[in-house]
C-alpha cells in the first residue's frame, strides 16, 4: 500500500436531482487488411461514439463529482483529491507532507497495521499521490455491498476522522527525513529540485514536494491539525468514481464521503499564489557522475489555454519521447548522443512551464545543449513538416482506447476533466488534436515560445568539452522501424 506513487470551456457541476450525462469519444478498430502493412501506409482510424457515460453533481457541502459506470468486473475505483499540496502553506513547506502522510497511520480504534490488515481482508486497495499542487486517495474496491460498504466507511473515515496522533507524527517525520536525504544523493532529483529555483525563485513552487529538513523537525500537531481542517474540507474536494455501481449507489457513496469531511472553515483563507514570469538565466550542479543531466525550461501554458491542445502536438513532434521526434532523430538516432529525450509542459495550478529533458556524456554536453537551441530556432522558424503533424495525429488518436483500458486509466482522465473543469468528453484532448493544421501550430508555437528564453539547469561533471560527433543517417530509426510488409509494434 505505497504512500506517494509519484505525479475555457467550463462546465456547471449539478445538484444531486439533475445529472448531466455526455457520451465519451473513442476510436474503432481498424478493419483488416489484406496484407501486412508498414504502420506509416496505414490510414488513421475513424472515431465513434465509446459506450461511457459522464455522469456529474455537486454535494449540499460543495465536492464535485464524476461518475462513470462500467460492468466488466465486479468492482469499484474510487479517488478523491484535494487543493492540499506542497505549495499551499509557504512558511511551512514539510506541513501538506507531513500531514498528508499521517492521514492513514490511525484512526479511532485502528492504527496503520490494523487499517492495512483490514482494507486486505476486504480484498480493497488503498493509494496515495502528492505534489506541489493537490493531494490525491484512491480505493480500489470490490462492489458487493459487504465488501464495499465496510471499505468505504474505513476509507471515508481516514480521510475526514485522521487522529494525527504525536507517536504517529515522530514516525512520520522520521520517514519524511530518509525520503529527503535520498532524494539529496538522487541526481534526476536534484536537478528538477535545481530547475524549481531557478524558475520559481521566491515562490512556493521552489520548494520540495517533502519540505526541509530543518521544517520538518519544528512542525507540531497542532500545526497538522490546522492544515487538515483548512484543506481537507468538502468544499475542497472533488471525487471520481468508476466501476460496478449504479447511479444510486454511486450518489450514496459521494455523500458518504462528502458528509465525513470537516465543514468549509469560516476563518480560514487559503491565498492564491501567482507567479511572476521568470528571465532566461542557467545554473550549474556540480556532481561527479558518467552522465550530464540538462534540463531545459520556458513558460508554457495552462490546460484551458485555447493553444494548449497545439503546443503539445507541438512538443510531440519537436521532443515527444517517441522515435520519430526531431530531437530523437537528431540525437539517438543520428549522432548517439543520448538514449531518450522527452518534452512535456507541467500541469500545476499558478505555472505551467514547459520542460525538455535527456541525459548525455559530460564531454558532449555543452554541444548538445547548442545543438538543441539551434533545433529549437528552425523549429519555430518553419513548423511541423505535413508529415510529422499527420504522425502525431495518429498517434494521438490510437492512444485513445489504451486511455479507457481500465477503471484506473478512465479514472485518471476523470480526475483531469474535473481538476481543469473540461468538457465532459475522455477523449476531447485527442479530438482537438485531429482538427490542428500546420500553420496553427506554427503560431501557436511563435505565440508562446522564444529561442532565446530557455532557462537550462545541468548537473554533471565538469569536463573538457569535445566536438560533437558527426550526424550519420541511419534508416528505420523512426516511428516506424519495421521492415515494409511487417506491422512494427
Known amino acids: 500500500m505505497g504512500k506517494c506513487r509519484f505525479s475555457r470551456y467550463a462546465q456547471p457541476f449539478l445538484s444531486l436531482a439533475v445529472f448531466c450525462c455526455l457520451s465519451a469519444q473513442a476510436q474503432t478498430p481498424t478493419p483488416p487488411v489484406a496484407k501486412l502493412q508498414s504502420l506509416a501506409e496505414l490510414k488513421a482510424p475513424s472515431s465513434a461514439p465509446r459506450a461511457l457515460k459522464i455522469q456529474a453533481w455537486k454535494t449540499l457541502a460543495g465536492t464535485k463529482v464524476l461518475f462513470i459506470q ?5 468492482m469499484f475505483d474510487v479517488l478523491v483529491s484535494f487543493a492540499a499540496g506542497s505549495a499551499r502553506d509557504p512558511q511551512h513547506p514539510a506541513l501538506a507532507a507531513t500531514t498528508f502522510s499521517l492521514l492513514n497511520e490511525g484512526i479511532q480504534g485502528m492504527g496503520l497495521a490494523q487499517i492495512n490488515e483490514t482494507f486486505d481482508s476486504l480484498g480493497a486497495r488503498l493509494d496515495m499521490g ?5 493531494t490525491s486517495f484512491s480505493m480500489r474496491s470490490l462492489s458487493a455491498p459487504q465488501k464495499r460498504e465496510p471499505a468505504l466507511q474505513l476509507f471515508a473515515q481516514i480521510l ?3 487522529l494525527l496522533a504525536d507517536d504517529a507524527l515522530q514516525r512520520v517525520k522520521n520517514e519524511l527525513q530518509e525520503r529527503l536525504a535520498y532524494q539529496q544523493q538522487d541526481p534526476a532529483t536534484q536537478v528538477f529540485q535545481g530547475m524549481r529555483e531557478l524558475l520559481f525563485n521566491g515562490h512556493p513552487y521552489a520548494q520540495a514536494t517533502y519540505g526541509t529538513t530543518q521544517d520538518l523537525a519544528t512542525l507540531t500537531r497542532e500545526q497538522v491539525q490546522a492544515f487538515h481542517k483548512a484543506h481537507y474540507h468538502a468544499d475542497n474536494a472533488q471525487i471520481t468514481l468508476v466501476g460496478d455501481l449504479t447511479l444510486e449507489q454511486a450518489q450514496g457513496l459521494s455523500l458518504q464521503i462528502s458528509n465525513s469531511l470537516p465543514p468549509k472553515p469560516t476563518t480560514l483563507t487559503v491565498p492564491d499564489a501567482p507567479v511572476t514570469p521568470s528571465t532566461a538565466a542557467s545554473r550549474h550542479i556540480e556532481h561527479a557522475l558518467s552522465q550530464t543531466h540538462l534540463v531545459l525550461t520556458q513558460p508554457g501554458v495552462s490546460r484551458q489555454h485555447p493553444d494548449y491542445a497545439a503546443l503539445r502536438v507541438a512538443n510531440l513532434i519537436f521532443a515527444g519521447g517517441s522515435f520519430g521526434s526531431r530531437l530523437m532523430k ?6 548517439g548522443l543520448t538514449y531518450s529525450v522527452s518534452m512535456d509542459t507541467a500541469d500545476k495550478q499558478w505555472a505551467n512551464p514547459t520542460v525538455i529533458y535527456l541525459q548525455t556524456q559530460p564531454q558532449f554536453s555543452e554541444g548538445t545543449l547548442t545543438l538543441i537551441k539551434r533545433l529549437f530556432r528552425d523549429y519555430l522558424h518553419t513548423g511541423p513538416t505535413p508529415q510529422e503533424l499527420d504522425d502525431a495525429k495518429r498517434l ?6 489504451l486511455a479507457s483500458a481500465s477503471n484506473a486509466q478512465i479514472l485518471s482522465g476523470l480526475s483531469e476533466i474535473s481538476r481543469h473543469e473540461l468538457p465532459f468528453d475522455l477523449d476531447f484532448s485527442a479530438h482537438q488534436a485531429q482538427s490542428l493544421t500546420v ?10 515560445y522564444n529561442a532565446e528564453r530557455w532557462s537550462v539547469v ?4 565538469t569536463t573538457t568539452q569535445q566536438a560533437l560527433p558527426e550526424p550519420v543517417d541511419r534508416p528505420g530509426l523512426g516511428m516506424c522501424r519495421a521492415e515494409e510488409q511487417i506491422v512494427a509494434s
Open 70 to 74: 462500467t460492468s466488466e468486473l465486479p
Open 130 to 134: 502528492i505534489s506541489q499542487d493537490r
Open 160 to 162: 475526514g476522522q485522521p
Open 330 to 335: 537528431e540525437l539517438r538516432g543520428k549522432r
Open 396 to 401: 494521438i488518436l490510437g492512444s485513445t482506447a
Open 439 to 448: 500553420e496553427q501550430i506554427k503560431a501557436a508555437l511563435n505565440r508562446h
Open 458 to 461: 545541468t548537473l554533471g561533471p
